[in-house]
């Protein structure tokens, strides 16, 4: 019957791989490199080497070249390696021929998100739609993974047996799907009842890349106790608190941050949780600039948000965690990338400042945050006029 693979343990030795392609240069793939070690870190896995190759495209059978798959082979029995996760999405045959060559489980940047994703969920709704992630990413891979003898061996009295146990397991897959869809629909229309009761006051909602600072600033404006921890997806499912600036009481939800290559199982899936950045009145834009990344990851929200939205928000940016900048002072000194080793963020925050609502401070330090603070009560304030214009005396002085 179906057998789902074994999770990452803690402290499992683990080897990654990349490559590098014409559609993804050197540089992309050392980033790309550097969130997967994070997310296996999350996971509880102890990242040992990395490995990269240069290919025009993915090899169909095995994604690496076999003479890269034979070297990393060699890798992993000479330093006791457990486990190799792939950056990028493996098909059934692909896992099953590397690990054949490899001799170790193979498991790819998906399948490691979905772990994580497994391990984070808390509430039913959450946890209803990571099993309904876990098992759509499962179902075109269980031919690679059924392991039974006659399916290994075949032969004579042994053929046949094995395509109907395989079928078996599909058909149970695609009720549990079926049945999945049909609870998370169920939920969704229960969640759609509770945002619509929290229509009277303005709804903010907080989104961003994952591990930006999303849950510590939720803590700050609420003074709660969200999780926050320095780990990919800490929190996944959203949460509301209600927060009073002066007089003025109003709604903010912390998402689930976005990452570069989510599973298109986990895009789909969390839609509904997502409903609350759709329906939110003022969105805030965490990013974390200490990421050399950060200009990258910051589009990669902005697309999203796209997709998800129907119209324009208003939307403030966050520049967080300034404290662990290495900056320059002089303001002649432009360095916009923020790739260098020094970044000048006084400049880079003179020019934003002429295109967009922006902020640059540290939540974690409280580093320019009253400004901030203030900033957002003016526009939620200026929301609510808009909506219930007789109410004068919530924004009274």
Not at 6 to 24: C, F, N
Not at 25 to 49: M, P, R, W, Y
Not at 236 to 247: A, E, G, H, Q, Y
Not at 304 to 312: L, R, V
Request: proline letters at 3%; a positive charge; glycine letters at 4%.
């Amino acid at each position: 019957m179906i057998e789902k693979k074994k999770k990452v343990s803690a402290h499992e030795r683990v080897v990654l791989v990349a490559i590098t392609t014409p559609y993804q240069n050197e540089s992309d793939t050392t980033e790309f490199l550097t969130e997967l070690a994070f997310l296996t870190h999350t996971a509880g896995g102890q990242v040992i080497k990395s490995f990269t190759q240069k290919l025009s495209s993915p090899h169909p059978g095995s994604f690496i070249g076999k003479g890269k798959a034979i070297e990393i082979a060699s890798y992993v029995k000479a330093h006791n390696i457990s486990m190799v996760i792939f950056d990028d999405e493996l098909s059934a045959t692909q896992v099953r021929n590397l690990e054949q060559i490899i001799g170790v489980r193979i498991i790819d940047r998906s399948g490691l998100i979905l772990d994580i994703f497994a391990t984070r969920a808390r509430t039913a709704h959450a946890k209803t739609q990571v099993e309904l992630a876990q098992y759509e990413y499962l179902l075109p891979r269980l031919a690679g993974m059924w392991t039974h003898l006659s399916r290994q061996k075949g032969g004579i009295g042994l053929r046949g047996p094995g395509e109907t146990e395989i079928e078996t397991d599909r058909r149970i897959v695609r009720e549990k799907i079926s049945l999945l869809k049909k609870k998370l629909k169920q939920i969704d229309k229960q969640k759609a009842t509770q945002r619509s009761n929290r229509q009277h006051l303005i709804r903010v909602a907080l989104v961003g890349y994952t591990n930006v600072g999303k849950s510590t600033f939720l803590n700050y404006l609420s003074k709660s106790e969200v999780l926050a921890e320095n780990k990919l997806f800490a929190t996944l499912d959203t949460t509301v608190r209600k927060v009073v600036i002066r007089n003025l009481p109003f709604l903010v939800s912390d998402t689930v941050g976005f990452i570069r290559k989510l599973p298109h199982q986990l895009i789909e899936s969390f839609k509904s949780t997502l409903d609350e950045t759709r329906e939110a009145d003022l969105l805030i834009h965490i990013i974390d600039i200490s990421n050399q990344a950060f200009e990258k990851q910051k589009k990669v929200v902005q697309k999203t948000i796209q997709e998800i939205t129907n119209s324009p928000k208003p939307t403030i940016c966050i520049y967080n965690k300034i404290d662990a900048v290495n900056a320059l002072e002089d303001e002649n000194e432009f360095d916009y990338t923020g790739e260098s080793e020094k970044f000048n963020l006084k400049a880079y925050e003179k020019q934003l400042k002429k295109i967009e609502d922006c902020f640059f401070v540290s939540i974690k330090e409280k580093k320019h945050t009253d400004q901030l603070k203030a900033f957002i009560y003016e526009k939620v304030k200026e929301l609510h006029i808009k909506r219930y214009p007789y109410n004068h005396f919530l924004y009274q002085e």
